[in-house]
């Protein structure tokens, strides 16, 4: 049963590990590195990984979470040693006392600010705390794997291999006690709209860490849903920060958005929708944002815009700049989205698209994709029909505007007497008795 372990009482070890597994309903598992046991534990808001580590130098046992937070807040608690105990009566050590007795004598609190500090570790966690032998806790930034901006990992660490189910389940519960106070996201999710903008503006993006940990963390779920539910909402108020959204790096959120958006008939998204045509790239259950956009299109009545684009895609653009009509540059920036894609139909009928829409302003783009690695490919030919077809229709004899007209240019007719500037005069009428 033990024998994947590398440590001593290995039996032992794994009996209690996959004990606390249970009970945390968690997942066993063994660090492929160390051959040490491992517990992860998925919660509502997060991961919970509780591990071991270690060798010839010392064990270690550790809960460790990672969470989103833009709060300046250190948190360090330390058994309260001999040498601590010195410095602090010296006045060298910081010791944030939280007035109970028995975590005042055992353990240094210190962090910034204090009276956050003592807010953190308030009940549960003091009591969860002091039920184990000793502990250490600290607040950093998440281990070597790369993130996101925004997020902080809290550790709750043992130096030993613990080899007690309780102590191990006790460790986690440090961390679930300690995560909702310092993530204002990690609690349930609230109906109101403030609530929910706050969580689509939330982390996104994923940590995975190589071995036993996995995926550490993955913050788009919760802003998908977040962005679904206002939808569902029907207040106004969430349009402006869903708009926003439709900017986002996940597809996921995007597409959450784009329904959320549709469900609020907001026209004030339908030039951010015209420009989402041209987001191919990314699939999600087998659509992209370019079709979900296309869909709220057609429900916001503007379908035609989205059938000319789809239609100057299959390599339809007869009729093109008449269907688009105003929002001729979002379409200009979706075919130039395209062009910038990995789609070669798709790419070549973009580019000859904003050609017939003579889009000076994609010309940079046009003149790469004619280079194309010095071939001549298709996608390069059709940029370079394009960039013909642009500079044509740029070159284009314009009428020559109208001179004004300068009223002492006119002719008019002569005065009796004699002019001095020397002006045009009009004949006058001959005289009734002039000879004829």
């Given at each position: 049963?033990?024998?994947?372990?590398?440590?001593?009482?290995?039996?032992?070890?794994?009996?209690?590990?996959?004990?606390?597994?249970?009970?945390?309903?968690?997942?066993?598992?063994?660090?492929?590195?160390?051959?040490?046991?491992?517990?992860?534990?998925?919660?509502?808001?997060?991961?919970?990984?509780?591990?071991?580590?270690?060798?010839?130098?010392?064990?270690?046992?550790?809960?460790?979470?990672?969470?989103?937070?833009?709060?300046?807040?250190?948190?360090?608690?330390?058994?309260?040693?001999?040498?601590?105990?010195?410095?602090?009566?010296?006045?060298?050590?910081?010791?944030?006392?939280?007035?109970?007795?028995?975590?005042?004598?055992?353990?240094?609190?210190?962090?910034?600010?204090?009276?956050?500090?003592?807010?953190?570790?308030?009940?549960?966690?003091?009591?969860?705390?002091?039920?184990?032998?000793?502990?250490?806790i600290r607040l950093g930034s998440p281990g070597l794997a790369p993130h996101p901006p925004g997020l902080r990992e809290l550790e709750v660490r043992r130096t030993t291999i613990v080899r007690d189910a309780e102590q191990l389940v006790g460790m986690v519960r440090i961390a679930e006690a300690l995560i909702p106070r310092l993530d204002p996201l990690a609690g349930p999710v609230r109906g109101d709209t403030a609530h929910l903008v706050e969580?689509?503006?939330?982390?996104?993006?994923?940590?995975?860490?190589?071995?036993?940990?996995?995926?550490?963390?993955?913050?788009?779920?919760?802003?998908?849903?977040?962005?679904?539910?206002?939808?569902?909402?029907?207040?106004?108020?969430?349009?402006?920060?869903?708009?926003?959204?439709?900017?986002?790096?996940?597809?996921?959120?995007?597409?959450?958005?784009?329904?959320?958006?549709?469900?609020?008939?907001?026209?004030?998204?339908?030039?951010?929708?015209?420009?989402?045509?041209?987001?191919?790239?990314?699939?999600?259950?087998?659509?992209?944002?370019?079709?979900?956009?296309?869909?709220?299109?057609?429900?916001?009545?503007?379908?035609?815009?989205?059938?000319?684009?789809?239609?100057?895609?299959?390599?339809?653009?007869?009729?093109?700049?008449?269907?688009?009509?105003?929002?001729?540059?979002?379409?200009?920036?979706?075919?130039?989205?395209?062009?910038?894609?990995?789609?070669?139909?798709?790419?070549?009928?973009?580019?000859?698209?904003?050609?017939?829409?003579?889009?000076?302003?994609?010309?940079?783009?046009?003149?790469?994709?004619?280079?194309?690695?010095g071939l001549r490919t298709r996608l390069s030919t059709a940029a370079r029909e394009a960039i013909d077809a642009i500079e044509a229709q740029a070159s284009l004899p314009r009428p020559a505007a109208a001179a004004p007209e300068d009223p002492d240019t006119l002719p008019r007719p002569a005065d009796a007497g004699d002019r001095s500037d020397g002006g045009p005069t009009l004949p006058r009428p001959a005289s009734p008795d002039s000879d004829?």
């Amino acid at each position: 049963m033990s024998g994947s372990l590398a440590l001593p009482h290995a039996e032992a070890v794994e009996r209690a590990w996959r004990a606390a597994a249970a009970e945390l309903g968690g997942r066993y598992g063994v660090n492929p590195a160390w051959k040490t046991p491992g517990i992860r534990v998925d919660g509502t808001w997060g991961v919970i990984l509780l591990e071991s580590m270690g060798g010839d130098a010392g064990y270690l046992t550790r809960a460790r979470a990672v969470f989103q937070s833009s709060e300046r807040v250190n948190l360090a608690v330390s058994a309260e040693g001999f040498l601590a105990s010195v410095g602090k009566s010296l006045g060298f050590v910081q010791d944030i006392e939280l007035g109970h007795p028995e975590f005042d004598r055992r353990f240094l609190a210190r962090g910034f600010p204090p009276a956050r500090v003592k807010e953190l570790l308030a009940p549960p966690v003091v009591d969860l705390v002091l039920a184990q032998p000793f502990v250490g806790i600290r607040l950093g930034s998440p281990g070597l794997a790369p993130h996101p901006p925004g997020l902080r990992e809290l550790e709750v660490r043992r130096t030993t291999i613990v080899r007690d189910a309780e102590q191990l389940v006790g460790m986690v519960r440090i961390a679930e006690a300690l995560i909702p106070r310092l993530d204002p996201l990690a609690g349930p999710v609230r109906g109101d709209t403030a609530h929910l903008v706050e969580r689509l503006a939330g982390v996104g993006g994923v940590v995975r860490e190589h071995g036993f940990g996995g995926l550490v963390w993955e913050g788009d779920p919760p802003r998908r849903e977040a962005a679904r539910l206002l939808g569902e909402s029907g207040d106004r108020a969430a349009v402006p920060p869903l708009i926003e959204a439709l900017g986002d790096r996940d597809a996921g959120v995007v597409i959450a958005a784009i329904g959320a958006l549709e469900q609020l008939s907001a026209q004030a998204a339908v030039p951010r929708l015209v420009r989402l045509l041209g987001h191919r790239e990314d699939t999600v259950e087998g659509r992209t944002p370019a079709d979900h956009a296309a869909d709220a299109l057609t429900t916001l009545g503007h379908g035609a815009v989205a059938e000319a684009v789809a239609a100057a895609l299959r390599g339809e653009p007869d009729g093109l700049a008449a269907a688009i009509g105003p929002r001729r540059d979002e379409v200009v920036a979706a075919f130039m989205r395209v062009l910038a894609s990995f789609d070669l139909e798709a790419r070549v009928e973009a580019a000859r698209a904003l050609g017939v829409l003579g889009a000076r302003e994609a010309l940079p783009l046009l003149r790469e994709k004619s280079r194309a690695m010095g071939l001549r490919t298709r996608l390069s030919t059709a940029a370079r029909e394009a960039i013909d077809a642009i500079e044509a229709q740029a070159s284009l004899p314009r009428p020559a505007a109208a001179a004004p007209e300068d009223p002492d240019t006119l002719p008019r007719p002569a005065d009796a007497g004699d002019r001095s500037d020397g002006g045009p005069t009009l004949p006058r009428p001959a005289s009734p008795d002039s000879d004829g």
